[in-house]
């Protein structure tokens, strides 16, 4: 499984963008999808997660809750993290994560996460 993140820059307080993961490989091995992000100094975190073969709601972060939202093209080769309202807050590098097991994606935990993307860099400020 590879994953390629884009679609990180800078932007104002108040502002959107929108990530995207390019995911190759065998799509059982991607069946929890989620967005983790890691700040200076701090430990990476949970973001967003999303079922690959599920309807349930997908699961965010309080701190994200209701400003990002998470979703797969329907091939379920693109992973994207749509965010909005941003705050300084949000500044850090972002990560896109796949792992086989179908229930990593609900405790949003990294070390449930065996594939990693490089990460992308987003700035608010």
């Known amino acids: 499984v590879q994953l390629v993140e884009s679609g990180g820059g800078s932007v104002q307080p108040g502002g959107s963008l929108r990530l995207s993961c390019d995911a190759s490989?065998?799509?059982?091995?991607?069946?929890?999808m989620a967005w983790f992000r890691q700040a200076p100094g701090k430990e990476r975190e949970g973001v967003a997660g999303?079922?690959?073969?599920?309807?349930?709601?997908?699961r965010y972060s309080e701190s994200v809750k209701g400003r990002f939202t998470i979703s797969l093209d329907n091939a379920k080769n693109t992973l994207y993290l749509e965010m909005n309202s941003l705050k300084s807050e949000d500044t850090a590098i972002y990560y896109c994560?796949?792992?086989?097991?179908?229930?990593?994606?609900?405790?949003?935990?990294?070390?449930?996460?065996?594939?990693w993307g490089q990460g992308t860099q987003v700035t608010v400020s």
């Open positions: 994560a796949a792992d086989y097991s179908a229930a990593a994606w609900q405790p949003l935990r990294a070390q449930d996460f065996r594939y």
């Open positions: 490989g065998n799509t059982y091995s991607r069946s929890s």
């Open positions: 999303i079922a690959m073969w599920s309807d349930d709601d997908p």
